[in-house]
């Protein structure tokens, strides 16, 4: 007669009916990758294959529109960095770029300030907040046509100042001119932001600092500002990057001219894809800005988690 | 764990599941669209697909109405029209050829052809339409590529000079102009008068840079000039460095409408039709467009003035609705078939009727010559000439526009001069080519 061994029951299923703790934790587990999964496929096939492909695409030469691609190793990437209108283009998106940003948070702070004053009633400063807040409610094609309709040779901005100026079309102006659009376009992001911003600032930190004595100025640098300055730092991180890839704006009112002045990263790629049909080159530089958008993107990752 | 804690967890999980299940379902629907050719079916019918963006761009039904009759007189062939945007067709059209899943017969535009013979997806006409039975010598062009033919164009859109009548006459021109000095004169006339309008308007957009080809090339087509040497970039011969001098004479002359830089082809319509410009080169298309938008306009329909020498045919640019056939296609012989039908006399006809275009058969005649003054204008220009447009069955036809436009900004901004644009244009060109 030989004994059969018996593995003890575990107590706590005896006790309570439940699945041991270690099945319970792995069907937890289960069920929350589960619930994850759709996410996670969406995002791997969304995000993670196209950027790997395009990746691999900067490595061969004849992609896509040809079965016959090889790998080339960094061939593309001396190709495009020695292409002196890929650094032009460079030039322009940062002069675009910083410009665009420092003038949003200029004027984006100048409104919140303004409408988040005690004299202004409460219907007036949502008047006011509707009212400065319209051209983000614009898609960029809209503000471009309106844009190239009021500053043409024939517009209303040269009938009104009485002068025949070609703000788009002049190589001395055009760069400011879709800048000056694109100011226009994207402040209010900043107003609302700040706005919310402001309004969240205790009222006791400005009475503190006024029974100090400090003047209104004072309490804007040393109060307002450092209360602020979490919310300025992700704007302007956020702002960079949204901007330094502006495409639709630039393409539909200058299309990258007059000559090349208004070149931007985003045009110089479209270009190499959809007209030139190198979809290697194009790649590769789509990759230099996935490099340069990656700097911004960490120090606003790293921002958010200090702030957390 | 209660039975109903339990049966809620099961809930739970089932739910997560078949979420999963549906977004990879979904996934999958999205990654698994019908591409490919036309098919055999059993009985030995054939389907053919046709991809092209003209049927949007006709009256609804008359292009399908067209097709209904080619398959009652070939039974056994069934048309499936993939029709789309132009936008949309290229894209199409270029993904499939890398796919190799290219529809059966394509509408294609010139500016396409090299790069598709090139990956080898669309197939020599030639034999195949004499397979079909049907004489080519009857058809206007052909697209060629290394002696080839790969395009043929169906009908043509031409692009000639059209001039306001009343800002002439009060310029004091009589006539519209035949030769270069005459429009030059007159477009100095027209700007001169008291008011805004300006004589001439030339787009050089860069974002659409067709003005290039019709605003640009076709001063050196009219006047029997080329702009390639054996089918290289030949841009700084006689003919192409007279018309961009006698270009840049005009712009140093101030008689071109502002804003040129970024104008593009409806803004150089929309300056014309306000009366804001004596004359434009424009494609006929816009005649309807002109007329319902300022039905007070007087204005006239002439061929694009020549070199004041310059004696013999004169050449008009053009855009085409061109056809071709996908070298995949199982079915070329009913492809074939397809294209000599739209190629006939009686249907290139009825299509270039329908779509206010010019034939692309020499023997057809469109309706609305008879009905139309301007159009009729418009077809004995037409006829008198020759359709040149050098762009087509060029690589990157669109870059080539776009490279040589930089260069003349450049120079028209006081960068550089006419012959070292033409000359950088020629280096980049030669890079393309």
């Known amino acids: ?308 | 764990m209660s039975t109903h804690r339990r049966m809620r967890h099961r809930a739970t999980l089932f739910t997560g599941i078949a979420t999963t299940a549906v977004s990879i379902l979904a996934l999958t629907a999205c990654g698994s669209g019908s591409s490919g050719s036309g098919s055999d079916a059993a009985d030995g019918d054939v389907t053919i697909e046709f991809a092209q963006w003209w049927e949007p761009e006709l009256p609804d039904g008359e292009f399908r109405a067209l097709i209904d009759t080619f398959e009652e007189e070939n039974p056994g062939i069934t048309v499936d029209l993939v029709s789309g945007p132009y936008a949309s067709t290229k894209e199409q059209l270029f993904a499939g050829a890398a796919s190799g899943t290219m529809p059966d017969v394509v509408g294609l535009d010139g500016a396409w052809v090299s790069d598709f013979a090139e990956q080898g997806v669309i197939a020599d006409l030639t034999p195949l339409l004499e397979e079909a039975g049907f004489d080519d010598s009857q058809l206007v062009s052909q697209v060629k590529v290394d002696d080839s033919t790969y395009m043929v164009p169906v009908v043509n859109f031409v692009y000639p000079m059209f001039t306001n009548d009343e800002l002439l006459a009060e310029a004091g021109v009589d006539a519209p102009p035949e030769t270069r000095s005459e429009f030059a004169d007159a477009a100095k006339s027209i700007s001169d008068l008291d008011g805004d309008a300006a004589g001439w308007v030339l787009p050089l957009s860069l974002e659409a840079p067709n003005g290039v080809q019709n605003d640009v090339m076709s001063w050196a087509w009219a006047s029997g000039g080329t702009m390639l040497d054996d089918g290289q970039p030949d841009l700084t011969n006689d003919d192409v460095t007279s018309a961009v001098e006698f270009i840049g004479g005009m712009w140093d002359d101030d008689v071109i409408a502002p804003g040129s830089f970024t104008m593009k082809e409806q803004d150089k319509v929309e300056e014309f039709t306000n009366g804001r410009v004596g004359m434009m080169i424009d494609s006929l298309a816009h005649i309807n467009l002109i007329r319902e938008s300022n039905p007070d306009l007087a204005f006239s329909i002439s061929a694009v003035p020549a070199a004041d020498d310059y004696t013999g045919e004169r050449g008009i640019p053009y855009a085409s609705w061109g056809i071709g056939i996908s070298e995949n296609s199982e079915n070329k012989d009913a492809a074939a078939k397809l294209v000599s039908f739209l190629m006939s006399e009686e249907t290139n006809s009825e299509l270039s009727t329908m779509a206010n275009a010019f034939p692309g058969n020499t023997e057809s005649v469109p309706a609305f010559v008879e009905d139309d003054d301007l159009f009729k204008d418009a077809f004995d220009i037409y006829q008198a000439g020759y359709p040149a447009n050098e762009f087509v069955g060029l690589p990157v036809a669109e870059e080539l526009m776009r490279q040589l436009g930089a260069q003349l900004q450049s120079a028209f901004d006081g960068q550089q001069s006419l012959s070292e644009a033409l000359e950088k244009a020629q280096t980049e060109w030669e890079g393309e080519f």
């Open chain 1, 1 to 308: 007669m030989s004994l059969r061994t018996l593995t003890p029951p575990d107590p706590e299923t005896l006790v309570t009916g439940a699945l041991p703790r270690k099945r319970r934790r792995l069907r937890r587990a289960g069920e929350s990758y589960g619930f994850l999964a759709p996410t996670l496929i969406l995002l791997f096939v969304l995000m993670i294959v196209p950027i790997v492909m395009v990746i691999g695409y900067s490595f061969q030469d004849n992609v896509i529109l040809r079965s016959s691609s090889e790998f080339t190793g960094t061939a593309n990437y001396v190709t495009v960095l020695t292409d002196p209108a890929f650094w032009k283009a460079t030039g322009n998106t940062v002069f675009f770029s910083t410009v665009s940003v420092a003038v949003h948070l200029v004027l984006g702070l100048t409104f919140a300030l303004l409408l988040n004053s005690p004299l202004i009633s409460v219907t007036s400063r949502a008047v006011f907040r509707a009212l400065y807040a319209l051209p983000w409610l614009f898609t960029a094609a809209v503000i471009a046509v309106l844009w190239r309709m009021v500053l043409s040779p024939n517009g209303i901005v040269n009938f009104l100042l009485n002068t025949d100026v070609e703000w788009l079309a002049d190589p001395q102006l055009a760069l400011g001119t879709v800048t000056f659009i694109n100011i226009w376009a994207g402040y209010p992001f900043f107003m609302v932001s700040l706005l919310a911003g402001l309004q969240g600032i205790p009222q006791d930190l400005h009475e503190a600092a006024s029974i100090d004595g400090a003047s209104q100025v004072q309490r804007f640098w040393n109060v307002t500002i450092p209360q602020l300055r979490p919310i300025i730092i992700s704007l302007l991180l956020l702002d960079l990057i949204w901007t330094s890839q502006q495409f639709a704006l630039i393409w539909l009112t200058t299309g990258g001219g007059p000559i090349d002045v208004t070149e931007m990263l985003s045009t110089y790629t479209y270009k190499l894809a959809f007209a030139n049909y190198d979809f290697s080159l194009a790649a590769t530089a789509a990759v230099l800005i996935l490099l340069m958008s990656l700097v911004l993107a960490v120090l606003y990752v790293r921002h958010q988690k200090a702030r957390d």
